[in-house]
């Protein structure tokens, strides 16, 4: 009843922390984590030490970790992102080894000695991870790219590749190296909602998404 009452209060007061976010029962973000409009946390998702950017959305059952995520990010249930990682070349690989400030009840260090293992991990934006995957702390997921479900990443993924399995190895591209390069260039994903709305009709063809952008741009440098 006490862990009840508790998970709740938590739940409360991220609510009142990120009121332009969702949140489903059982969502945990920890306060030193960021939560930006129109995202939304699904149920027993649980985000640490982690920013999760502009509409996107993270489905049930993950956990979060010293990540970065971008806009527009898709994220699958039972992800797991960034987790530390327990060191090799200590005498044992348990925490009550290395670090006095994880939940067991016992510790025998009185402070963190395993700095390294904390990296930070980057998803960009407009990225699709799918369900069950597993991400190694510290890796740079890159814009556009998508992660196929069940897949383990173990190092950098390149912007709008596509990769699957266990390593997760690329399989293809998203887009021909032009159409990549525009979209990196334009960074569409950091122009405002009100904007992008306006262009829904050429939200299926990334060609004229594009042409479309640079005409507004080319008229709006005329009217300066």
């Known amino acids: 009843m006490i862990n009840w009452f508790k998970a709740r209060v938590r739940f409360f007061i991220t609510q009142r922390r990120?009121?332009?976010?969702?949140?489903?029962?059982?969502?945990?973000?920890?306060s030193n984590s960021l939560i930006e409009e129109n995202v939304v946390i699904f149920h027993n998702t649980n985000v640490i030490n982690s920013t999760i950017s502009i509409s996107s959305y993270i489905q049930r059952n993950s956990v979060i970790s010293n990540t970065q995520v971008g806009k527009y990010c898709s994220i699958a249930s039972n992800v797991h992102i960034g987790s530390a990682e327990h060191p090799t070349h200590f005498i044992s690989t348990s925490p009550v080894f290395y670090d006095n400030e994880q939940p067991l009840p016992e510790l025998l260090v009185d402070r963190q000695l395993n700095n390294k293992a904390i990296k930070t991990t980057v998803i960009g934006s407009d990225v699709w991870i799918g369900q069950g995957v597993i991400i190694k702390s510290g890796l740079k997921i890159g814009t556009g790219a998508i992660i196929g479900?069940?897949?383990?990443?173990?190092?950098?993924?390149?912007?709008?590749?596509?990769?699957?399995?266990?390593?997760?190895?690329?399989?293809?591209w998203r887009f021909d190296e032009v159409i990549k390069r525009e979209l990196l260039?334009?960074?569409?994903?950091?122009?405002?909602?009100?904007?992008?709305?306006?262009?829904?009709?050429?939200?299926?063809?990334?060609?004229?998404?594009?042409?479309?952008?640079?005409?507004?741009k080319k008229n709006e440098k005329r009217d300066i």
């Open 149 to 172: 479900a069940g897949a383990v990443v173990v190092k950098d993924v390149a912007p709008y590749s596509i990769v699957v399995g266990v390593p997760a190895k690329h399989v293809k």
């Open 185 to 216: 260039e334009s960074e569409w994903w950091e122009l405002p909602t009100t904007f992008l709305a306006t262009l829904q009709n050429e939200f299926e063809s990334p060609e004229l998404f594009l042409k479309k952008i640079s005409l507004i």
């Open 18 to 30: 990120f009121p332009k976010a969702v949140f489903y029962r059982g969502a945990e973000v920890c």
